[in-house]
Structures are given as structure tokens and as C-alpha cells.
């Protein structure tokens, strides 16, 4: 079964909080529902404590999907990251999620506001082979506790690029599997619909996100911040004309590959440039009509 859920950065955004900072969160929650969305993953303006998460996305006939979680295997051991994950697992659990989402966080400079994203940490081919043995650690814990750890490529990080993509899920076995996300893969220099079909049988969630490549251009040529990219506006949802990300031949990939799971649009923008609800709508409208064109949503 396919079910369609948004992310909250679209509303109020988790690195650059001044961005939707004044958008109230029953605003977010009813808005995302009254869209048509299922499900939405997780923000800084979520409850703590897991129970009143569950009930507050109740009242808007929503459930958690997932939410990211920042590993730090780079910087401590596994052990350690055991205890540290332990908390957010169980909150996934109370929840009723059945992923896991985690990005190596320890050294990332996408959060940063000075650090340009070219800057990002790499990890040299011994390097990805022990941190992915460590990762495929991690992984065996979670999948003990029902939940699949899947691993979201991202800009800024260790894992960005498809080369690194693919180190990843060849140093990782068979516990680990990968959000596949499609803005950041163009983003990372790689064609999504060409990644995806490598690694197409390990993808367990899915991120909806286009790219404009104006602004993409802007952040390279001018050495930017990830942040500052941004604030200008580099991502954006499927549909959107801006947008050069074509979404059929990923989905078609997924139909293919018998998918099942979340299709989440997750495209972060200034809320006060561009309406949530209005690029939200558009995003969700088009995925719907695409998965169902390409025979993997069959209603």
C-alpha cells in the first residue's frame, strides 16, 4: 500500500528556525490534513513526550510516518549510539512507525551558517567500509525492535554524492536499507532515476523533493551555505515548473520493484515567499496522479 505524507520544514523549518517561526502548529497539522496528506514526519515543534505526539497528530487525523535522527557514529562508539538512539526508537514505536530514519550528524555542515556546503566531510573508501559495519550495527539493534533503519543521503554529510551512495550501501548489509531522496541526489550531482534503479530493492521510505537549478547553480558558483540555499529557494515540490526533477521514472522504478510505503514530499522554503499550502497541494496532486499513472499506487 502507498500512503502520501508531507514533512513540517515545508511550514516551519528544523535548521533555519526563523523560517515559518510565526506559522502556529495546529496551523501546520490542520492545513496538512485539510490537503489530503496522511501522515507527516517529524519537527522541532512536536511534543516530547511520544503519547502526546500520537494523540496531537490524532486530533488532525494524522499519524507519524517516521523522523529523522542525527547518528553520530563518527564521533562515538556503537555502543554509546545504542543508548543514544534508544529514546527516539521508542518513541517511533509508541507511534506505531515501522523506519527508522538516521544521517550521520557528527561532523555534517549542513546546518550551518557560515560553513559552505562544499565543504562537507568525506570519508575515504577504509573509512566507509568501518563506518558502515558500524552503521549495519545499528541497524541489527533497530530491526530487533521492529523498526527497519533507513538512511537518508543528504547534502553537507558524508553520504551525499551517488558515489557515496553507493560505498554506503555496499559497506552496509542486509539490516540497512536507504531513504532514497530524490532532491538530494540531483543536488549531489547524481541522476535520481539512475540511483534509484541500483539500489531500488533497499529502499524502504521514499522523499519527494525537486530542485531548481537556478538556484542549485547559484550555490555552487558562489561556494553558499546549504541554509543559504536554501533560504534562496533550491527546493521545491513535485509539480512545480521551477523544478527539473521528472518524477515518472522513479516511481515507475518503485511500481516496478514492488514498493510499499511512505511517498513523503519533503521540500523545505521560505513559507513567506511560497504559500505551503499552495506548492503542498500542487506537490501532493502531482505525486498521487504520477503513482497512479505508473501502476504504483492501484488505489
Same mark, same amino acid.
Given at each position: 500500500?502507498?500512503?502520501?505524507?508531507?514533512?513540517?520544514?515545508?511550514?516551519?523549518?528544523?535548521?533555519?528556525?526563523?523560517?515559518?517561526?510565526?506559522?502556529?502548529?495546529?496551523?501546520i497539522?490542520?492545513?496538512?490534513?485539510?490537503?489530503?496528506?496522511?501522515?507527516?514526519?517529524?519537527?522541532?515543534?512536536?511534543?516530547?513526550?511520544?503519547?502526546?505526539?500520537k494523540?496531537?497528530?490524532?486530533?488532525?487525523?494524522?499519524?507519524?510516518?517516521?523522523?529523522w535522527?542525527?547518528?553520530? #557514529?563518527?564521533?562515538?562508539?556503537?555502543?554509546?549510539?545504542?543508548?543514544?538512539?534508544?529514546?527516539?526508537?521508542?518513541?517511533?514505536?509508541?507511534?506505531?512507525?515501522?523506519?527508522?530514519?538516521?544521517?550521520?550528524?557528527?561532523?555534517?555542515?549542513?546546518?550551518?551558517q557560515?560553513?559552505?556546503?562544499?565543504?562537507?566531510?568525506?570519508?575515504?573508501?577504509?573509512?566507509?567500509?568501518?563506518?558502515?559495519?558500524?552503521?549495519?550495527?545499528?541497524?541489527?539493534?533497530?530491526a530487533?525492535?521492529?523498526?527497519?533503519?533507513?538512511?537518508?543521503?543528504?547534502?553537507?554529510?558524508?553520504?551525499?554524492?551517488?558515489?557515496?551512495?553507493?560505498?554506503?550501501?555496499?559497506?552496509?548489509?542486509?539490516?540497512?536499507?536507504?531513504?532514497?531522496?530524490?532532491?538530494?541526489?540531483?543536488?549531489?550531482?547524481?541522476?535520481?532515476?539512475?540511483?534509484?534503479?541500483?539500489?531500488?530493492?533497499?529502499?524502504?521510505?521514499f522523499?519527494?523533493?525537486?530542485?531548481?537549478?537556478?538556484?542549485?547553480?547559484?550555490?555552487?558558483?558562489?561556494? #553558499?551555505?546549504?541554509?543559504?540555499?536554501?533560504?534562496?529557494?533550491?527546493?521545491?515540490?513535485?509539480?512545480?515548473?521551477?523544478?527539473?526533477?521528472?518524477?515518472?521514472?522513479?516511481?515507475?522504478? #518503485?511500481?516496478?520493484?514492488?514498493?510499499?510505503?511512505?511517498?513523503?514530499?519533503?521540500?523545505?522554503?521560505?513559507?513567506?515567499?511560497?504559500?505551503?499550502?499552495?506548492?503542498?497541494t500542487?506537490?501532493?496532486?502531482? #505525486?498521487?496522479?504520477?503513482?497512479?499513472?505508473?501502476?504504483?499506487?492501484?488505489?
Amino acid at each position: 500500500m502507498i500512503r502520501y505524507g508531507t514533512n513540517p520544514i515545508a511550514w516551519a523549518n528544523d535548521d533555519d528556525q526563523t523560517l515559518g517561526a510565526h506559522i502556529p502548529t495546529d496551523q501546520i497539522l490542520s492545513e496538512a490534513a485539510e490537503i489530503g496528506f496522511a501522515g507527516i514526519e517529524g519537527g522541532h515543534r512536536w511534543p516530547a513526550d511520544p503519547q502526546a505526539l500520537k494523540e496531537l497528530l490524532g486530533r488532525h487525523r494524522l499519524v507519524l510516518p517516521s523522523a529523522w535522527y542525527s547518528l553520530e #557514529l563518527c564521533a562515538r562508539s556503537v555502543e554509546e549510539e545504542k543508548q543514544a538512539i534508544q529514546p527516539h526508537l521508542d518513541m517511533l514505536k509508541v507511534n506505531g512507525c515501522s523506519v527508522c530514519i538516521a544521517a550521520e550528524c557528527s561532523n555534517t555542515v549542513h546546518g550551518s551558517q557560515v560553513t559552505p556546503v562544499s565543504q562537507r566531510p568525506r570519508l575515504s573508501a577504509e573509512e566507509m567500509a568501518t563506518y558502515g559495519a558500524r552503521l549495519e550495527e545499528i541497524a541489527q539493534f533497530t530491526a530487533e525492535q521492529g523498526l527497519t533503519l533507513v538512511y537518508h543521503h543528504h547534502m553537507g554529510t558524508i553520504v551525499e554524492s551517488p558515489e557515496d551512495i553507493d560505498a554506503l550501501m555496499a559497506a552496509t548489509g542486509p539490516a540497512t536499507h536507504l531513504l532514497f531522496d530524490t532532491g538530494h541526489c540531483y543536488f549531489g550531482g547524481g541522476d535520481p532515476a539512475e540511483v534509484l534503479a541500483r539500489h531500488a530493492p533497499r529502499v524502504r521510505h521514499f522523499h519527494a523533493k525537486n530542485v531548481r537549478d537556478d538556484i542549485m547553480n547559484q550555490v555552487r558558483k558562489e561556494d #553558499l551555505t546549504f541554509l543559504e540555499g536554501v533560504r534562496r529557494g533550491v527546493f521545491t515540490v513535485p509539480g512545480d515548473a521551477e523544478g527539473a526533477i521528472d518524477f515518472a521514472p522513479c516511481l515507475q522504478i #518503485l511500481a516496478d520493484t514492488g514498493y510499499e510505503g511512505w511517498l513523503v514530499i519533503e521540500a523545505e522554503q521560505d513559507p513567506e515567499v511560497r504559500d505551503p499550502v499552495k506548492y503542498q497541494t500542487l506537490g501532493l496532486t502531482t #505525486l498521487r496522479d504520477t503513482a497512479r499513472a505508473t501502476g504504483l499506487d492501484r488505489g
